[in-house]
């Protein structure tokens, strides 16, 4: 099942925290990723939310139908 939002901060690799590679499927971005939204996490009280991106196939693939006219 594809997952429609980037997995929580523990779950990412370094180079997906960096925004080096695909938040989905860990591709590397050097082409150009694309804003995925924000990935979850925190560290007690403190949020540690970030924005995360992906490669342009994962993009497609979780585009709601219709979105793109
Ligand atoms: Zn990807």
Do not use: F, K
């Not at 939002?5 to 860990?26: A, D, H, K, S």
């Not at 991106?53 to 793109?68: I, W």
């Amino acid at each position: 099942m594809i997952r429609l939002t980037p997995p929580p901060v523990i779950e990412l690799t370094y180079g997906q925290y960096q925004g080096w590679n695909c938040c989905y499927c860990n591709s590397s971005l050097a082409g150009g990723g694309l804003p995925a939204g924000t990935s979850r996490g925190n560290s007690g009280a403190h949020h540690l939310d970030i924005n995360v991106y992906a490669c342009p196939p994962c993009t497609a693939a979780r585009r709601p139908e219709g979105a793109d006219q």
